[in-house]
């Protein structure tokens, strides 16, 4: 590579950011990663996420984590069940033994696991970046809110939807979907919530009236369920209806009035989180989303192609980005090769996926009667990362 040591600045230190941080310090290339943060745990990370054979796992693999990835990992976890709003289950998936092709981790296990296996100090945690500016000839110089500075030789974007690098790259911003999710949480639930421990079982459920409204429930570690209400709605909403975000009396009031014909076992989803009611309207960047090669920056996860939470592709591609970048930063003679070989994979791969789901959100929240043929066939998808992760392996091997 050109410069010998080139500066290299990752920014987010999220699955993606602390992925290629891993696999760039295997390398033997040094980095810095800044994020807003003031710890690894600072704040709460979400909910689960299942690890796809031919995508985070692969990124894992590259890391040398896919081990202590599987000893935190639930494949119990893959389980799926869809419901109807009478509580009739239209559909289920029940993992093979054995099945590891997209086992769960919570978010917040799987972000500790990354940040504890990078070298000591890489991570600049309460570096909320403000400024992103260029110097030329491909340098950066990085302005955070704490009043620090830096500057970089490539500055790589991981800081998510709202990412302060990316307008070096493209003016696109992310666009509200027209679906919001209410997250709700219930803790210790196979004593304190039974019915709902019930319906999630040991993996997720999806319950959908065909009118534009849906609860979901998926089961994390420490006998924990999250539970998104979801609407499709106006990004306004809570100011149209004239609810408190604040006040959980006020939310409950609203929920128990939009989920009306709903059967009785699902109550306790609108009526018992522990911990209130948080508003989280689902944004996505236009897709496909594409930029023009520019010398010292690029972006990875989030901040290069939000999408839809259906499909579970997002975090998954977030972190095959980070390690395929670190990969090309390692092996290219120059930072601006490196960057040029590794957009020329990263932005055909993640357009189609991210139109696709888009356009799943929006068939799950449109008005129409139960299709048996819109359930994902789980066992096939399965097979299907199983044999694309053999696929991509191939390809590594011949390159």
Request: proline share 6%; no cysteine.
């Given at each position: 590579m050109t410069p010998t040591n080139p500066r290299i600045a990752v920014v987010g230190a999220g699955p993606a950011g602390l992925v290629c941080a891993r696999v760039l310090q295997r390398h033997g290339v040094e980095v810095a990663v800044y994020d807003a943060d003031a710890s690894v745990d600072a704040r709460d990370a979400g909910g689960t996420l299942d690890l796809h054979a031919d995508s985070g796992q692969i990124a894992l693999e590259d890391a040398d984590l896919l081990p202590a990835f599987m000893a935190l990992a639930r494949p119990e976890g893959q389980d799926k069940s869809s419901l109807d709003q009478h509580g009739t289950v239209l559909a289920s998936f029940v993992a093979d033994d054995g099945d590891t092709a997209a086992p769960e981790i919570d978010r917040g296990?799987?972000?500790?696991?990354?940040?504890?296996?990078?070298?000591?100090?890489?991570?600049?945690?309460?570096?909320?970046?403000?400024?992103?500016?260029?110097?030329g000839e491909g340098t950066h110089r990085l302005e955070f809110a704490n009043g620090t500075h830096a500057e970089a030789d490539l500055v790589i974007g991981a800081d998510g939807a709202w990412s302060r690098v990316r307008p070096l790259l493209s003016d696109a911003t992310p666009?509200?979907?027209?679906?919001?999710?209410?997250?709700?949480?219930?803790?210790?639930?196979?004593?304190?919530?039974?019915?709902?421990?019930?319906?999630?079982?040991?993996?997720?459920?999806?319950?959908?009236?065909?009118?534009?409204?849906?609860?979901?429930?998926?089961?994390?570690?420490?006998?924990?369920?999250?539970?998104?209400?979801?609407?499709?709605?106006?990004?306004?909403w809570h100011v149209r209806a004239g609810?408190?975000?604040?006040?959980?009396?006020?939310?409950?009031?609203?929920?128990?009035?939009?989920?009306?014909?709903?059967?009785?076992?699902?109550?306790?989803?609108?009526?018992?989180?522990?911990?209130?009611?948080?508003?989280?309207?689902?944004?996505?960047?236009?897709?496909?989303?594409?930029?023009?090669?520019?010398?010292?920056?690029?972006?990875?996860?989030?901040?290069?192609?939000?999408?839809s939470p259906f499909g579970g592709h997002g975090a998954n591609l977030a972190m095959l980005d980070g390690a395929e970048l670190a990969a090309a930063i390692a092996e290219e003679a120059t930072i601006d090769a490196a960057i040029t070989r590794y957009e020329s994979v990263l932005l055909p791969r993640s357009g189609p996926l991210a139109v696709g789901a888009n356009e799943a959100l929006d068939d799950f929240f449109a008005t129409k009667a139960f299709d048996p043929a819109d359930v994902p066939d789980h066992g096939a998808e399965h097979q299907r990362y199983q044999e694309n992760a053999a696929a991509y392996r191939r390809r590594q091997v011949s390159r």
């Open positions: 296990q799987l972000r500790t696991m990354l940040a504890a296996n990078v070298a000591p100090d890489t991570v600049r945690w309460g570096h909320k970046l403000v400024a992103a500016t260029p110097l666009r509200y979907s027209g679906v919001t999710f209410i997250d709700v949480n219930f803790e210790d639930v196979d004593h304190r919530h039974p019915q709902i421990a019930r319906l999630v079982r040991h993996g997720h459920m999806f319950a959908n009236d065909g009118d534009g409204r849906a609860i979901i429930g998926q089961r994390n570690s420490n006998g924990q369920v999250r539970g998104y209400l979801g609407l499709r709605t106006d990004l306004d609810v408190d975000l604040d006040d959980p009396a006020a939310v409950q009031r609203f929920l128990r009035k939009e989920f009306s014909g709903w059967a009785d076992q699902f109550l306790p989803f609108l009526t018992d989180s522990d911990g209130g009611y948080r508003n989280r309207p689902l944004h996505a960047l236009p897709a496909p989303l594409t930029w023009p090669h520019t010398p010292g920056v690029t972006l990875l996860g989030d901040a290069a192609h939000l999408m």
